[in-house]
């Protein structure tokens, strides 16, 4: 039997920062961090907002968080009870994974007697602009209790403050924030609205950065003293009219009243489950891992909209700049293409609509094409910037090349687009600019590559690949293989276009050269050097990545002055061996599996996983994932548990440098997503159709999941030598 829920039992300071990503409830629009209703900006409180970024002076541009409506600070008899102040008697927080409900308990021993707050909250996946709470004081006496509760406007920002004015004011008993950020002028609102069972005294109190009401009253040890909370966020963005829309959905949040938004609420949560859990008899551990895994990807899923991506971080704050990475195409995709392709469409959908800043941003380096942001927020802007990482002795900031030389962005966007093609045989997104994309993200390899010119082959020069501790390499594999993919796909489309004979496609075709491209592009596609295996089957993940130092990790990290230092860049403890961050020429293979003999697959998982740090979440998936290629669950196994359980065990690594990169890490979710289903599962698609192929881990007896493919729900039933793929009714 599945445990839907996460607990965490005691007060343990050290914890606080983890629970926030832990503990976080989102609904796509907002994340709200696992944080206390008393904590503040020094706790990381943040109900981080999608796809609305603002930068002040020289600091990096970041996604806002909004004021904070859920702030109340509880005092007894004129003391504050509150974490991590006051020291509980009892505290507990938990989290239904299932319900998508936050919840807390905690009690203090008075000099009078036993204070107690119990709270719950969520943030509504029915109505996106939506937060809830109640919020209960229980004491065993006649307590003289104020409560302090509000809109606390000093939120944490890493390089803020993001909002240079607020204006607070009260309106029919609802309270109002409204922030202006820096750069864009733009607004966001938060709605506060009150409800409680008791009486009490009121008292309005505004200052320059929160708006409060305090409400004083007299408990008794007979009963609960609730308070239910409303929070409408809206932005000037979302409408003009936004003030009013966020009072309007608090009103009507109060009318119906708690249980009716929780209950649409989780039933919306049923829904999502309905089609996406996922099963494993004889593995609890690995189910509930997963699940959790999935329902972080449905918290920060952004269905508001049809055109936004995912962040690295997801919705857990600022962290990596709020920017979309690789990570969206090539490790959360398959999840919702899989359960709801819909949510696949609006993220592709996203770089569709930021192509003009990727054909900016590689005009700016002299090419041709689309060269998407490496670090993407909104119109496609890059937000990595040229000094990424902080040096630790110095306190100098470090020049790095990831947003110049990571050029294998380009093609994880094609890849996204295309896969998304194949599996739901929904052509229209190559006429909604999809095929412009394509088209262009094969300009920007084919304006890149080089010609020696006693050689009859292409090459891609001064590159990161994945592994991004060996900068300015020439031929990294990986980089070599997506650009050749891209130019197959490019060429692929332009014969589609012609194929599907729409005004539209006779547009493209017109615009582009579509013969001379095409030549071009399958030239390219034929000439372009691949590595390939040595006598021992081994591929060189890059140009002399051989005659690097052969050390192993362990020798690596212990040369190590300072455990925050950065293992890359010009002086790194990596950058001169062959010790990596993460899968590279097993991501290649991962992806990529008939390129070669499954000799040859294993030969490079073996080589290549002892020098691997793992130090990116995004690694230890696409081991597994070669792993299950090679026919070994068992040895892909604790990979898959490693990146299912990253957001629970919180061991990530929370520096680069002296940079803070702690927060969720939807990729390695969605990457254990991917070996759950398409590694153990073995799912593939043949001629159209669904397949499988288990390759169970020894302990699994059975493995159930639902898929959606071409509008069709089924479910497939997988133990270690049987198979079933049914159409689920209705
Ligand atoms: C990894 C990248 C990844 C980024 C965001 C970095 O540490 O090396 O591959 O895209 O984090 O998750």
């Not at 609102?189 to 409060?212: P, W, Y």
Request: aromatic fraction near 12%.
């Amino acid at each position: 039997m599945i445990n839907w829920k996460v607990k965490e039992q005691g007060f343990c300071p050290d914890q606080m920062i983890n629970n926030g990503n832990k503990f976080l409830i989102g609904n796509g629009y907002m994340g709200v961090r696992g944080t206390l209703e008393e904590f503040r900006k020094e706790e990381l409180v943040a109900i981080n907002l999608a796809g609305i970024y603002d930068r002040a002076g020289e600091g990096w541009r970041e996604p806002l968080n909004a004021p904070n409506g859920l702030y109340t600070l509880l005092k007894v008899d004129g003391e504050v009870y509150s974490l991590p102040g006051a020291a509980p008697k009892e505290h507990c927080i938990g989290l239904d994974y299932r319900r998508a409900l936050f919840s807390r308990k905690t009690t203090w021993k008075s000099p009078r007697g036993n204070v107690t707050i119990q709270a719950e909250r969520f943030a509504s996946l029915e109505e996106p602009h939506l937060l809830a709470m109640k919020y209960c004081i229980l004491t065993d006496f006649h307590a003289d209790v104020e409560l302090i509760t509000g809109i606390d406007a000093d939120v944490w920002d890493i390089n803020g403050p993001h909002y240079d004015a607020f204006s607070f004011h009260e309106e029919a008993g609802r309270l109002i924030a409204v922030g202006t950020t820096h750069e864009s002028r733009d607004q966001v609102c938060v709605a506060e609205g009150c409800q409680t069972n008791f009486i009490s005294e009121h008292k309005l109190h505004i200052d320059d950065r929160s708006i409060m009401r305090r409400m004083s009253f007299v408990t008794d040890a007979a009963r609960s003293f609730e308070v239910t909370k409303w929070i409408a966020v809206y932005t000037s963005k979302d409408s003009d009219d936004f003030e009013q829309q966020a009072i309007r959905l608090v009103n009507d949040h109060m009318k119906s009243g708690y249980e009716a938004s929780r209950c649409a609420h989780i039933r919306k949560w049923e829904e999502k489950w309905a089609v996406s859990e996922v099963m494993i008899e004889g593995d609890d551990e690995a189910m509930e891992a997963l699940n959790y895994s999935l329902y972080h990807l449905h918290s920060i899923a952004p269905r508001h909209s049809d055109s936004l991506s995912i962040a690295a971080r997801g919705l857990s704050g600022q962290t990596y700049k709020g920017a979309v990475f690789w990570d969206t195409e090539m490790f959360m995709l398959d999840f919702f293409l899989y359960t709801e392709p819909e949510v696949a469409r609006t993220l592709l959908r996203y770089r569709i609509d930021t192509l003009e800043g990727a054909k900016n941003k590689a005009r700016s380096y002299g090419c041709e094409g689309a060269f998407y942001a490496w670090e993407s927020q909104e119109g496609g802007y890059d937000a990595c910037s040229d000094y990424n990482v902080t040096d630790v002795f110095t306190g100098r900031p470090m020049r790095t090349y990831f947003k110049d030389k990571q050029i294998h962005i380009s093609s994880a966007v094609v890849y996204g687009i295309i896969k998304y093609i194949d599996y739901t045989g929904d052509y229209s997104i190559l006429l909604e600019g999809g095929a412009e994309t394509i088209i262009e993200c094969a300009k920007f390899y084919y304006s890149l590559l080089l010609k020696k010119v006693n050689k009859n082959c292409y090459e891609l020069h001064d590159v990161i690949g994945p592994d991004e501790y060996h900068e300015r390499v020439n031929n990294n594999g990986y980089t070599n293989r997506m650009a050749k993919y891209t130019f197959d796909q490019a060429v692929w489309v332009l014969d589609k276009l012609c194929e599907l004979q729409e005004d539209v496609s006779e547009r493209i075709c017109a615009m582009y050269e579509r013969e001379k491209l095409k030549q071009q592009f399958e030239d390219a596609s034929q000439k372009l050097y691949i590595p390939q295996p040595d006598e021992k089957g081994i591929i060189e993940q890059f140009d002399g990545y051989k005659t690097l130092e052969d050390v192993s990790v362990e020798t690596v990290k212990a040369r190590l002055l300072n455990e925050k230092e950065y293992w890359g860049g010009a002086y790194g403890v990596a950058t001169h061996t062959q010790i990596i961050k993460q899968a590279d020429v097993a991501a290649w293979l991962a992806l990529f599996p008939t390129d070669f003999s499954k000799d040859i697959l294993l030969a490079n998982w073996h080589y290549y996983e002892p020098k691997t740090e793992h130090g990116s979440s995004l690694s230890a998936c696409m081991y597994a994932l070669l792993a299950c290629k090679c026919d070994m669950p068992d040895r892909a196994y604790p990979f898959f548990i490693k990146s299912a359980s990253a957001d629970l065990t919180g061991h990530g690594k929370q520096w680069a440098g002296l940079i803070y990169i702690g927060g969720t890490h939807p990729a390695a979710a969605g990457g254990a997503y991917m070996t759950a289903i398409n590694g153990f599962g073995g799912l593939h698609f043949k001629d159209g159709e669904l397949k499988v192929k288990p390759q169970l881990p020894p302990t699994w007896k059975k493995l159930r999941f639902k898929i959606r493919h071409r509008g069709v729900l089924y479910q497939i039933d997988e133990t270690h030598d049987d198979m079933l793929i049914k159409k689920c009714e209705g």
